[in-house]
C-alpha cells in the first residue's frame, strides 16, 4: 500500500475505527514478526516480544502525532522490546535452546537455495548485537524499510548506521565463508569441529574463520560470491508461522481497543486462516491468524459473531415456540468405495523410465485455506483444500534434526473423491544424494545423521507428490517423531507434466510416475478417512476409501 493509504488507515484507527485498526495490525503484523524473529533467531520468547510489541503500539497510538512515521514508530518499539528482552535474561537462562531456528524457517518458507541459502544461514554466526542490525538491514536491502528508518530504530545517526551496517556485513560475510566450508569436504575442518557441540557462538566463529583464512580448500571456492545486499533485493517477507496465535487483552485500556471481541472475525480473516473458535477471554489458537479478546470479566456483546466456513459455534439459538419444527435430515447415504493403493513400498522405476501419460481431468481450480503456499512445519498444522484440480504436497525431511519413526500426514473430512495422480521432483526420498551435504545420504537421512523411519507398509514418497481433489478435504502434519515438513501447492496438470518429465537428461535424478488411471480405480492416498477423528495421527492405513 502507499503510504497516503496508510496515513489514512492509521488516522482512522486513531479517531476508534475498528476496521482502520484490523487492518493496521494485520498489514504491519508480519514486518514485526520478521524483525523480531531474525534478531532474536527464533528463539522461544518471539513471540512474547511480538505480542508486546503490537499491545504496546495498539495501546499508545493515539500519542502517535504524525500517522507518516507509523512505520519507524512500530519498528522502533519493536527494537526497544528486543533490547528490553536482552537486559531482562538472568544467566540460567541464556543456556536455553531456540524453539525454532529462524535461519531455517527463512530457507524452508521461502525457498530459499544456493546464496541465497547461505546468506540466511550465516545469521546464526553473528552475536545478538549484530542480528539485531542485521534484522532492520535485510529488511531494508529487501525494500521494506528506508535508511533514515534503520538509524531511527538504532536510536543513531545515519552516518552512524553507515559505519554499524559495514561492520555487520563484513562479519556477516565471514559467516558466509564458514557456512560453504561447512558444507565441504575438508578434512582438516572435519577433525577441527570434532570437539564443536554444532551449536554456532563467537568463539567457534573465529576458530573456523582463522582456518579458512589458512586453508586452500576451504578459502578457495569455484563460485563467484555475489554481495548479501544484491541476494537480498525484492526477497519476501518469511510468512507468519501456521498455528501463530495473538492475543491482545487490553482491559479498556484504549478507546479504540473497547469491545474488541466485536472485531475478531475480522482479525481472522486478514492472514492465512480463520480461527477454530472464538470465546471471550481466552487465547485462542488460529491457523497462521490472530485473534484480540476480551479480559474474562468483560460481559460478552449481545449481537452474535458470524462464523466462518470453519469456525466451530455453540449451536444457533432454538426457534421461537410458535414456530413450526426443523424437519429431520434425510439418512445420508454412504459412499461407494473406490480407489486402490498398495500397502506396501513400491519399487522405484528405472531412472530413465519415462512417465506414463497423465490422464486428463476437469480442473476449474482449487480454493486451500494456506493461499497459494501452505508451510506446514509443525505437529497439527494443516490445510483443508476446495474445488476439482491438481495439488503438490512437497517433502521436507529434517533427520539431522531429528530422526526416527516418522508418522505419516492424514487427510480427514474428505468430502467427495481424493486421487493420487502422479511423483516427481525428480528424486524419491530415499534416492542417494550426490554429495550427500550435512552427514545426508539420501533424503531420508544418513549414517551420520540417522534415518526418517516409515511405518511398515507405507509407500515411499517422492520429493513431490500430486494429488487431484473433487470435493473437500483437510491435510494436516502429524510430525511425532522424526522431523519434517510439507508445502502445499494448488497447481494443474501443466505443471505436474512438466515435473514429471523433467529427467537425467535434464539433470535430475529420475524421471517422475504417473499413477493415475483416469477412473475411479486410480490410486487414493494412504491414511485417508471422510470422518474428522479429534487425532488425524491415529488415521489408519488403508486401501480403499
Not at 524499510?145 to 560475510?173: C, D, P, S, W, Y
Request: proline residues 8%.
Amino acid at each position: 500500500m502507499d503510504s497516503q493509504h496508510w496515513r489514512a488507515t492509521v488516522t482512522a484507527a486513531q479517531d476508534g475505527d475498528r476496521r482502520a485498526l484490523d487492518e493496521l495490525v494485520a498489514g504491519w503484523l508480519p514486518l514485526v514478526y520478521n524483525i523480531v524473529g531474525r534478531a532474536l533467531n527464533g528463539h522461544a520468547d518471539v513471540d512474547d516480544v511480538v505480542q508486546e510489541t503490537m499491545l504496546r503500539a495498539v495501546g499508545n497510538l493515539g500519542s502517535l502525532r504524525d500517522p507518516d512515521s507509523f512505520r519507524s514508530w512500530l519498528v522502533a518499539i519493536a527494537m526497544r522490546q528486543i533490547r528490553d528482552r536482552a537486559r531482562r535474561r538472568t544467566p540460567d537462562r541464556l543456556e536455553e535452546t531456540e524453539s525454532s531456528d529462524f535461519a531455517e524457517l527463512t530457507v524452508l518458507r521461502l525457498q530459499l537455495e544456493g546464496q541465497r541459502r547461505e546468506v540466511a544461514e550465516a545469521a546464526r554466526w553473528l552475536d545478538d548485537e549484530d542480528r539485531q542490525l542485521l534484522s532492520l538491514w535485510w529488511l531494508e536491502v529487501a525494500g521494506e524499510l528506508t535508511r533514515r528508518e534503520l538509524a531511527a530504530a538504532v536510536g543513531i545517526t545515519r552516518q552512524h548506521a553507515a559505519v554499524r551496517v559495514q561492520r555487520m556485513k563484513e562479519r556477516l560475510e565471514t559467516s558466509r565463508g564458514i557456512v560453504r566450508a561447512l558444507d565441504g569436504a575438508c578434512a582438516d575442518l572435519r577433525e577441527l569441529t570434532g570437539r564443536w557441540n554444532g551449536r554456532p557462538d563467537s568463539v567457534w566463529r573465529k576458530r573456523l574463520a582463522r582456518h579458512i583464512r589458512g586453508c586452500g580448500y576451504c578459502g578457495d571456492t569455484c563460485e563467484s560470491v555475489v554481495p548479501a545486499e544484491r541476494l537480498l533485493v525484492g526477497i519476501a517477507l518469511v510468512p507468519l508461522p501456521v498455528g501463530f496465535t495473538l492475543s491482545l487483552a487490553f482491559g479498556g485500556k484504549t478507546a479504540v481497543a473497547a469491545g474488541s471481541v466485536g472485531w475478531s472475525a475480522k482479525l481472522l480473516g486478514a492472514l492465512t486462516k480463520p480461527a477454530v473458535a472464538m470465546t471471550a477471554g481466552a487465547t485462542i489458537v488460529a491457523g497462521g491468524a490472530y485473534v484480540v479478546t476480551q479480559p474474562p470479566d468483560t460481559p460478552p456483546p449481545p449481537a452474535a459473531v458470524t462464523p466462518t466456513a470453519t469456525a466451530t459455534t455453540s449451536g444457533p439459538e432454538p426457534p421461537p415456540s410458535s414456530a413450526p419444527p426443523a424437519p429431520k435430515p434425510s439418512p445420508t447415504k454412504k459412499a461407494d468405495l473406490y480407489g486402490t493403493v498398495v500397502d506396501a513400498v513400491d519399487r522405484a522405476p528405472d531412472p530413465n523410465a519415462r512417465p506414463a501419460a497423465l490422464p486428463r481431468r476437469p480442473e476449474p481450480g482449487i480454493t486451500s485455506t494456506g493461499g497459494p503456499k501452505a508451510v506446514m512445519q509443525h505437529r497439527g498444522d494443516s490445510v483443508t483444500l476446495s474445488g476439482r484440480g491438481y495439488v503438490l504436497v512437497r517433502w521436507q525431511i529434517s533427520p539431522k534434526s531429528r530422526p526416527g519413526a516418522l508418522v505419516m500426514p492424514s487427510w480427514t473430512g474428505l468430502k467427495g473423491k481424493l486421487f493420487h495422480v502422479a511423483s516427481g521432483g525428480w528424486r524419491r526420498m530415499d534416492d542417494p544424494l550426490p554429495g550427500a551435504p550435512n552427514g545426508y545420504a539420501t533424503g531420508m537421512g544418513g549414517p551420520a545423521i540417522g534415518y526418517a523411519e516409515l511405518p511398515s507398509g507405507t509407500q515411499q514418497m517422492w520429493q513431490n507428490e500430486y494429488f487431484y481433489v473433487d470435493g473437500t478435504v483437510t491435510l494436516t502434519q502429524n510430525e511425532r517423531g522424526c522431523d519434517y515438513g510439507l508445502t502445499v501447492f494448488p497447481s494443474n496438470r501443466q505443471a505436474v507434466e512438466e515435473d514429471i518429465n523433467a529427467g537425467p537428461d535434464r539433470g535430475a535424478i529420475r524421471y517422475g510416475l504417473v499413477r493415475d488411471t483416469g477412473t475411479d480405480s486410480a490410486p487414493v492416498p494412504q491414511y485417508v478417512t471422510r470422518s474428522t477423528p479429534a487425532d488425524p495421527a491415529a488415521v489408519p492405513q488403508r486401501s480403499r476409501v
